[in-house]
């Protein structure tokens, strides 16, 4: 979803254009970032959990009718028409969901239940159907000769790292805070300064490792 965010903000506007465009699509990426977590916490703590996928769906029904009734990008600085990847796409999806539905259910049905490994089985059929189908379409929706690339499979490793440490972070940390301290979903937008009051409480004399929302790892000191 990031590159291809990039990717098509690149396609839609002119290279003079392309700088403002990238900065109101980073701005939108900030602002959810600092409003998301309060409003999420919000959702769930009032309603549901489930609430959170029921919103986006009118939202983005919205956006999409916008864009397509007011917005008419300037395309005559596109060399050529290029053709859309529908059955690759189709068949990315096909390998995407059974694989999640696995490895989501696994831990309640069992990682040898019959239903996990039909599953897994359908996800590894279709992950070679997906690269079958990419070798041989004319616009794969991925080009895997890309990946041969040190600096594009380089780039994709990084982020792939990050983004698995940071969300097992996340998760997992979330967890601990309802679970084990009790708080409730709209306490946990302030779970920073609630991890280090606990673990100062906890551990007086050792130096915690906060992870930021840039990423970056900083001492968070007990004693503060």
Not at 69 to 91: C, I, K, M, N, T
Not at 195 to 216: I, W
Request: proline residues 5%.
């Amino acid at each position: 979803m990031f590159s291809m965010g990039i990717a098509m903000t690149g396609i839609a506007f002119a290279q003079h254009e392309r700088g403002f465009a990238i900065g109101i699509y980073s701005l939108i990426g900030a602002v959810a970032a600092v409003f998301a977590p309060v409003l999420g916490g919000l959702i769930t703590e009032l309603a549901s959990w489930r609430w959170i996928f029921f919103l986006n769906v009118p939202v983005l029904l919205t956006i999409g009718a916008l864009m397509m009734a007011a917005w008419r990008p300037d395309a005559s600085h596109l060399s050529e028409r290029r053709s859309f990847d529908g059955r690759g796409l189709a068949v990315l999806v096909a390998f995407l969901v059974p694989l999640v539905v696995a490895l989501m259910q696994a831990p309640e049905w069992g990682w040898t239940s019959p239903e996990v490994l039909v599953l897994l089985v359908v996800a590894t059929v279709a992950l070679a159907g997906f690269i079958w189908t990419e070798r041989r379409v004319e616009e794969p929706l991925l080009e895997l000769g890309q990946l041969r690339r040190p600096t594009v499979l380089g780039s994709n490793l990084a982020i792939f790292s990050s983004q698995f440490s940071k969300i097992a972070v996340l998760v997992f940390g979330s967890l601990f805070l309802q679970d084990e301290l009790g708080l409730s979903p709209l306490a946990l937008t302030w779970k920073d300064e609630v991890t280090s009051r606990y673990f100062a409480r906890k551990h007086p004399q050792q130096v915690v490792l906060e992870l930021g929302a840039d990423g970056a790892l900083r001492p968070m000191s007990g004693n503060s």
